[in-house]
């Protein structure tokens, strides 16, 4: 019913910049909190950004001031601007979205396939 693609991930070297998306898709009503998770190699799935549908941002303190997350409600899409990558911010980076999907009353959780970020010299 509800799909989340992203795209944007990729090799990068310390310093570098990325730019992910993530655009969710099918049959949605409305769609709250969207964020950006991410899970390094033998570590536990961590938030990266969370963005309200009203705008409001937390992000976690290991990426404040480097990463900024948007959205455009009309294109049902978030984004991360990554800058200042460092080797720790290799990752999978998944999106998900709490969705409201035509026909129902409450927001369900929903992930992304997951794009691997690496940063690297």
């Known amino acids: 019913q509800v799909q989340l693609v992203e795209s944007g991930g990729g090799l990068v070297q310390p310093g570098g910049s990325l730019r992910l998306s993530c655009a969710a898709s099918?049959?949605?009503?409305?769609?709250?909190?969207m964020g950006w998770y991410r899970q390094a190699p033998g570590k536990q799935r961590e938030l990266v950004a969370l963005i309200g549908r009203g705008g409001t941002i937390n992000y976690v303190d290991s990426v404040k001031g480097r990463f900024t997350i948007s959205r455009d409600n009309a294109k049902n899409t978030v984004y991360l601007q990554m800058n200042s990558l460092k080797p720790e911010d290799t990752a999978v980076y998944y999106c998900?979205?709490?969705?409201?999907?035509?026909?129902?009353?409450?927001?369900?959780?929903?992930w992304g396939q997951g794009t691997q970020v690496t940063v690297s010299s």
């Open positions: 099918g049959r949605i009503f409305s769609i709250n909190a």
């Open positions: 998900n979205a709490a969705i409201v999907v035509v026909t129902t009353n409450r927001p369900y959780d929903y």
